[in-house]
C-alpha cells in the first residue's frame, strides 16, 4: 500500500511541483546532447534526491531545518551557484547551421561526457536550498498524514522507506519519459529557437538565485525569526544553568 501510495504521489509531485532549474537543464539537455547521453542528468538528479530524503529520515531527523536552509551562508551558496549556471546558460550559443536548409549537428557540437552530465544534474539539484524545502515538506506530510508516529520506530522506517522508494523511482521514471521527449525535438528544432531557450533557462536560474537570497533576508529579518533566536538563546542559557547546578550537587555528593 505504501509504495502505491509512493508511485501515486510521485506522479502528482513530478507533474505538478516540478518545474524549476532542474527541469529546464533536463530540457536543455536533452535537446543538445541527445537521449543516451542526457540520461545521465536526471540519474544525477535522482541521486541527490535519495540522499536529501535518507539524510532528512536518519541523521536530520528532528534538526531544524527552515533555520538551517534559510542560514546566509546556505542561501548564498545556493544563490551563487544558480547565478554562475544562470550565466552560463544564458550565454551559451548554437551557431547556425552554414546551409539554410541543413539542421543543427547537436551531436558533434558541445557534446559533454556522461560523467559530466551526471555531476551537472547532482550539484545543480542537491545545492538548491528549495529542494530541501520541497523535500522537508513532503517527509513532514508523509509522517504526519500517511504514516502513523504510533509504529515502531524500526516498522516506521521501513514504511518510509518503502514510500520514498517507490516515489522516488517514479519520479526518476518521468524524468527519463521527459528526457525522450525533449531529445526527439533534435529533428524540429533551429539554433535561433535553442538559443532564445537558453535565454530563457538562464533567466530561470537568475530568478531562483534572488529568490533563494531575498527570502533568506527576509526569514533572517522577520519577528519570527528573531524570537526564534531568543527562545534558542534563552534555552541554551537554560542548559547551562542545569548543567552547573548538576554539577554542584554532584560535587556536593562526594564531599559530603
Known sequence: MDLILGILCGIILSLFF????????LLQTSIQQGYRRALMFPLGVFASDAIVVFLMLTILKGVEMTAIIHNPYVAIIGGVV????????????????THKTSRIKFRNTNR???????????????????????????????????ISDDMPTNVRLFHMYLFFGGLLATTLALDIL??????????????????????????????????????MLMFQFSPKAREHQLQKEQDQKSIKIIKKINGNLHDTTYHF
Open 18 to 25: 516540478s518545474f524549476g532549474p532542474a527541469f529546464f537543464s
Open 82 to 97: 544558480m547565478l554562475v549556471m544562470g550565466v552560463l546558460t544564458f550565454r551559451k550559443k548554437v551557431s547556425e547551421p
Open 112 to 146: 559533454s561526457s556522461r560523467k559530466s552530465i551526471f555531476v551537472y544534474g547532482f550539484v545543480i539539484n542537491f545545492l538548491n536550498p528549495l529542494i530541501w524545502i520541497y523535500w522537508l515538506a513532503v517527509v513532514a506530510f508523509v509522517s504526519g498524514d500517511i
Open 178 to 215: 521527459k528526457c525522450k521527449l525533449a531529445s526527439m525535438l533534435q529533428r524540429i528544432i533551429t539554433a535561433k529557437l535553442l538559443n532564445t531557450f537558453n535565454k530563457i533557462t538562464g533567466c530561470i536560474f537568475f530568478v531562483f538565485a534572488a529568490y533563494l537570497i531575498i527570502s
